[in-house]
């Protein structure tokens, strides 16, 4: 059965907890909790969980009071007993949704009875969960796609980073961890599943590799969830990159992100004293602590998503943005789509920068490429896939395909080949041109059609004409979509 097959029935499930009150994102935290015990059968750690709380008690108990009440015992003891680091984090404050044994007991059940692996052999535990995490993101009522960037989005992020072994990499705001695992993922197809190394070598990118913050605690222990099904033993840890936490966090090798969006409550500013530009903007703040907590000997990187007003923010905005280009090589600045995340409306961007040695006078040039003006509308009729950026990526690299990228690309920027590539969409622009704008970076958008074709035709019938045809086309398309369905 494949990973999504499987996801799909877990999902699925979730109807059956609906009068018991269940709401998806409870669902999912109950789930996490279920699933860690099975996982500890399959990945063979069950000896790290106490004897009377293993997956076995649980499915072999036949009255669902009795497993129920087990149930409990073990979510409010469990970090007591157990000298397991990830186990205390999953389970420590963990209670429970459900109210009616027999709705546990057919969860239990379920779980157990699925094929959790591919007729491969290939372990598909992690692809599972990063599945219901997907799902649950796309519950707009659940809240929870603000911890979720776009698959697509994150694989073509860490591979035009290009981590290498021995690295140390970080996200300060991870959310369900996707970016590290994606950068674990990435080295993994590369080395051979880690297979050659030694084990010291093993056991640093196991453990030491990747890490993480995050603030919330649903998402925290979503995030250990995600990270050991994965296979991964990294140091996740709870709380505020923006408070004193943060300021040990430095001397990575790179970082990926995507910092929340908005302000802090009632304004407040970090509690930072490392910070130069203080600033009740979080994504401001997010984007001083990456680029400061760069290694500075040349090779220090990162890609992060921020918000448009990021790019134009007046005031600290824009000595934040000189502070960025002086102790950085910001080369490139990707202008995504509209809609590709689940908050409506959001126009976001991905920074791609390289710590330089020196703390000035490391942007020469910027290269922006525009993914948003004139692009279709993402959805289901209409897939954000890795395909979307081939173009973005053969401009990125200066000529080579998505699919040459794992296997030909080491990190290194190009400007002689950058140059001869020829897109509309891709420009570069000089610092000292941007200097001339008051350093904003809401650059590199091209000419929109639609404004283009409004100032062309000049007779309103014209334009009334040409909207009734596309309203024609597209009635046609629902009833042919209708009529599929029926």
């Keep these: 059965m494949s990973a999504q097959e499987i996801a799909n029935k877990l999902w699925n499930l979730c109807n059956v907890l609906r009068d018991d009150g269940v709401t998806y994102h409870q669902y999912l935290n109950e789930l996490t909790f279920i699933l860690f015990l099975k996982l500890s059968e399959v990945k063979g750690f069950s000896d790290q969980i106490p004897e009377e709380y293993r997956w076995n008690k649980f499915v072999e108990e ?23 680091p990830s186990i205390i984090d999953i389970y420590t404050n963990a209670s429970t949704t459900l109210t009616k044994p027999v709705n546990f007991n057919t969860l239990v059940q379920a779980i157990d009875k699925l094929d959790w692996y591919e ?7 992690g692809d599972i969960y990063e599945s219901l995490l997907e799902k649950n993101a796309g519950e707009k009522k659940s809240g929870a796609g603000q911890y979720f960037t776009p698959r697509p989005l994150i694989n ?14 970080n996200d300060p705001a991870c959310g369900t961890f996707g970016f590290m695992i994606s950068a674990d993922h990435y080295l993994k197809e590369k080395t ?11 056991e640093f990118q196991y453990r030491k590799a990747f890490s993480g913050v995050e603030l919330v605690g649903d998402a925290h222990r979503l995030a250990l969830m995600n990270s050991r099904l994965h296979g991964m033993e990294s140091e996740i840890i709870l709380g505020d990159t923006l408070t004193n936490l943060g300021e040990n966090l430095k001397g990575f090798n790179g970082v990926l992100a995507n910092p929340p969006f908005g302000t802090k409550k009632g304004g407040e500013k970090p509690t930072r004293t490392d910070l130069k530009y203080i600033s009740s903007n979080k994504q401001l703040n997010f984007l001083q602590h990456i680029y400061r907590s760069l290694i500075t000997d040349g090779t220090g990187r990162a890609a992060v998503v921020l918000p448009d007003n990021v790019l134009f923010e007046d005031g600290d905005g824009q000595r934040i943005r000189k502070d960025l280009m002086e102790k ?11 809609g590709i995340f689940y908050a409506a409306g959001v126009k976001t961007n991905v920074l791609f920068f390289t710590r330089g040695k020196k703390e000035e006078a490391n942007t020469k040039n910027v290269w922006f490429y525009d993914m948003r003006t004139n692009m279709p509308n993402f959805g289901k009729r209409t897939p954000f896939t890795e395909k979307t950026f081939d173009d973005f990526i053969k401009a990125y690299t200066g000529g080579l395909t998505t699919e040459n990228v794992v296997k030909q690309y080491e990190g290194a920027i190009d400007e002689e080949k950058r140059k001869q590539i020829k897109d509309e969409r891709w420009q570069c622009i000089s610092r000292e041109e941007i200097a001339k704008k008051n350093d904003s970076l809401d650059l590199g958008l091209i000419a929109d059609e639609s404004l283009t074709k409004s100032s062309d035709i000049g007779d309103p019938l014209d334009i009334a004409k040409d909207a009734l045809k596309e309203l024609l086309l597209i009635q046609t398309e629902l009833e042919n979509l209708i009529k599929e369905l029926s």
């Design 156 to 169: 073509v992020m860490v591979k035009l980073m290009a981590p290498k072994l021995g690295e140390k990499w």
């Design 192 to 202: 051979d599943n880690y297979f050659h190394l030694d084990s010291d070598k093993r």
């Design 119 to 125: 007729e491969s052999d290939r372990d598909v535990m």
């Design 62 to 84: 036949t009255d669902s009071v009795e497993a129920f009440r087990l149930y409990r015992d073990f979510l409010a003891n469990v970090s007591s007993k157990t000298d397991s």
């Design 328 to 338: 950085c090589n910001l080369h490139t600045i990707l202008r995504l789509p509209t």
